[in-house]
T-cell receptor, first 114, second 114 residues
């Protein structure tokens, strides 16, 4: 069984400020972890993913996330927010070994103020 | 390469009406799935398929039917629409070999049931 908890349904930052979106997971097997982004009125698209290897993963648009097994976390960060980063962000987990059914978190809406 | 396409983009139904939401992908993906997205609930899996002729239920299957006669198409049928089915519906696909864990999403169908 696997689950994902995203802390905070809304996160508000000023343009240029650090972005931190929190994700904790539980999984009975080594997890694969994902962040997806959903811009208004669009489908989800992959931002980054961790499967194996380096625990710090870099994605598109300057985002990165670090897999911390001891903390069961996969928080998403970006050093400097842009207005264009305003979107809904979803963390997801799937079981390693080629499992294809991910479990999604409830999403965090990122609001960027000028 | 169109990716995952969904039709229609918007639909309004009356209670009791039936309809089919269309989903197609041109990436030769074996795995396809349907999600519904509701405010504060994230993405919930309705049905999924691991190949032509094979379907299975997800978290919230009641009121929905699916079939998979070809690799490319995975339609979702609402047999007798209810207001509780008002939602945004997303179709997704992924490979079962290679890049097995990245989900590719369609643009969504926004359904309102009156």
């Amino acid at each position: 069984a696997q689950s994902v908890t995203q802390l905070g349904s809304h996160v508000s930052v000023s343009e240029g400020a650090l972005v931190l979106l929190r994700c904790n997971y539980s999984s009975s097997v080594p997890p694969y972890l994902f962040w997806y982004v959903q811009y208004p009125n669009q489908g989800l698209q992959l931002l980054l993913k961790y499967t194996t290897g380096a625990t710090l993963v870099k994605g598109i648009n300057g985002f990165e996330a670090e897999f911390k097994k001891s903390e069961t976390s996969f928080h998403l960060t970006k050093p400097s927010a842009h207005m264009s980063d305003a979107a809904e962000y979803f963390c997801a987990v799937s079981a390693s070994g080629g499992s294809y059914i991910p479990t999604f978190g409830r999403g965090t809406s990122l609001i960027v103020h000028p | 390469n169109a990716g995952v396409t969904q039709t229609p983009k918007f639909q309004v139904l009356k209670t009791g009406q039936s309809m089919t939401l269309q989903c197609a992908q041109d990436m030769n993906h074996e795995y396809m799935s349907w999600y519904r997205q509701d405010p504060g609930m994230g993405l919930r899996l309705i049905h999924y398929s691991v190949g032509a002729g094979i379907t299975d239920q997800g978290e919230v299957p009641n009121g929905y039917n699916v079939s998979r006669s070809t690799t490319e198409d995975f339609p979702l049928r609402l047999l007798s629409a209810a207001p509780s089915q008002t939602s945004v519906y997303f179709c997704a696909s992924s490979a079962l070999a290679g890049d097995t864990d990245t989900q590719y999403f369609g643009p969504g169908t926004r359904l309102t049931v009156l």
